[in-house]
């Protein structure tokens, strides 16, 4: 029984953290992709642990609520950039970028810094968040899926 009540303690929890973040109905969507109950359970906490890993590394340049810094750093909110170039995006989190960028018709020209320091598993958190928030829906992005794209890149680099 106290097994059980420890299960549900935590749904609750990691639901109402989630809930919290970037994906309120104003921002996000209100869908979520089908997925087992594992992969709710990870996908909350990715969602959780991404979003306190984008305040600490991404939401100066590109803002708390992904709106990007006026003509300077590019909007993540309904970004186009974001949603046809993910393994891009995956990389530009790890080795950073320098050179222009165009999003939603828009060019900006400000360097990204690198974050060799972030793990595969915390880029998969802050992909998932930032994939999931602000009218973003992509569903959970697993280290399973970030760690190769991060090794070709790494590769290319």
């Given at each position: 029984?106290?097994?059980?009540?420890?299960?549900?303690?935590?749904?609750?929890?990691?639901?109402?953290?989630?809930?919290?973040?970037?994906?309120?109905?104003?921002?996000?969507?209100?869908?979520?992709?089908?997925?087992?109950?594992?992969?709710?359970?990870?996908?909350?906490?990715?969602?959780?642990?991404?979003?306190?890993l984008y305040l600490q590394y991404c939401s100066q340049c590109h803002q708390?609520?992904?709106?990007?810094?006026?003509?300077?750093?590019?909007?993540?909110?309904?970004?186009?950039?974001?949603?046809?170039?993910?393994?891009?995006?995956?990389?530009?989190?790890?080795?950073?970028?320098?050179?222009?960028?165009?999003?939603?018709?828009?060019?900006?020209?400000?360097?990204?810094?690198?974050?060799?320091?972030?793990?595969?598993?915390?880029?998969?958190?802050?992909?998932?968040?930032?994939?999931n928030s602000w009218g973003n829906s992509r569903g959970l992005i697993a280290v399973t899926e970030v760690t190769p794209v991060?090794?070709?890149?790494?590769?290319?680099?």
């Amino acid at each position: 029984m106290r097994k059980y009540l420890l299960l549900a303690t935590a749904i609750v929890f990691f639901t109402a953290c989630a809930t919290g973040g970037g994906n309120d109905s104003e921002e996000g969507t209100d869908e979520k992709p089908e997925m087992s109950s594992e992969d709710a359970m990870k996908f909350e906490q990715y969602m959780v642990a991404g979003e306190t890993l984008y305040l600490q590394y991404c939401s100066q340049c590109h803002q708390p609520m992904g709106t990007g810094l006026s003509e300077l750093y590019p909007p993540l909110t309904k970004s186009d950039y974001l949603q046809n170039n993910f393994e891009d995006v995956l990389c530009i989190l790890r080795y950073g970028k320098s050179g222009e960028i165009v999003v939603n018709g828009k060019t900006y020209n400000q360097m990204m810094p690198a974050q060799p320091q972030l793990t595969d598993l915390e880029i998969a958190e802050i992909a998932t968040y930032v994939y999931n928030s602000w009218g973003n829906s992509r569903g959970l992005i697993a280290v399973t899926e970030v760690t190769p794209v991060l090794t070709a890149c790494e590769d290319a680099q």
